[in-house]
């Protein structure tokens, strides 16, 4: 099972064993380039079970019908939406459903996490993480809350829907 405790345990512990062997420029950019992709690693696996804390709160939730009757939970409701597309009167209220509950999961993310998270995303999208503030980029919920959204689709796109047509 994974312990996001022991994940970033080891993360730490690897960083500060890089940190104490760096000497030639190019030893520090492989090592670099090592602890990028751990943080990386880290990030998707907090990420996918950000979503999968939505997911469940999610099944818990019968479904309000939209699609048929053979639908039990919000959850069947919801992959049938991001599988078959929008439904466009429908869209509102599945963003303000599923960003509610995206934001309560994202506030669950302890800070020392979240500031990982976030070189990961700066990495991501091209971005230098220490160009503005050289400890760190500012935590900012909005970009946790696009990732888990993400990882909520990928779930919800890989999922068997044979049984519900």
Same mark, same amino acid.
């Given at each position: 099972m994974y312990d996001a405790d022991d994940e970033r345990a080891e993360l730490t512990a690897e960083i500060e064993r890089l940190e104490a062997r760096c000497s030639a420029s190019a /030893?520090? @950019?492989? @090592?670099? /380039?090592?602890? !990028?992709?751990?943080?990386? !690693?880290?990030?998707? /696996?907090?990420?996918?079970?950000?979503?999968? !804390?939505?997911?469940?709160? %999610? !099944?818990? %939730?019968?479904?309000?019908?939209?699609? /048929?009757?053979v639908h039990r939970t919000v959850w069947d409701e919801f992959c049938s939406y991001v599988q078959e597309g929008p439904i466009e009167a429908l869209e509102t209220a599945w963003n303000q459903l599923i960003d509610s509950l995206i934001e309560e999961v994202v506030n669950e993310i302890p800070k020392s996490d979240a500031g990982l998270l976030m070189f990961s995303i700066c990495w991501g999208d091209g971005r230098e993480p220490l160009a503005d503030d050289p400890e760190g980029p500012d935590i900012c919920p909005e970009d946790l809350a696009s990732e888990v959204q993400s990882a909520l689709h990928r779930l919800a796109l890989d999922r068997d829907m044979s049984r519900f047509k």
């Open positions: /030893d520090e @950019e492989a @090592e670099f /380039d090592i602890v !990028r992709s751990f943080i990386h !690693r880290f990030a998707y /696996d907090r990420f996918e079970a950000a979503a999968t !804390r939505v997911r469940a709160k %999610l !099944r818990k %939730l019968p479904a309000y019908g939209l699609f /048929d009757a």
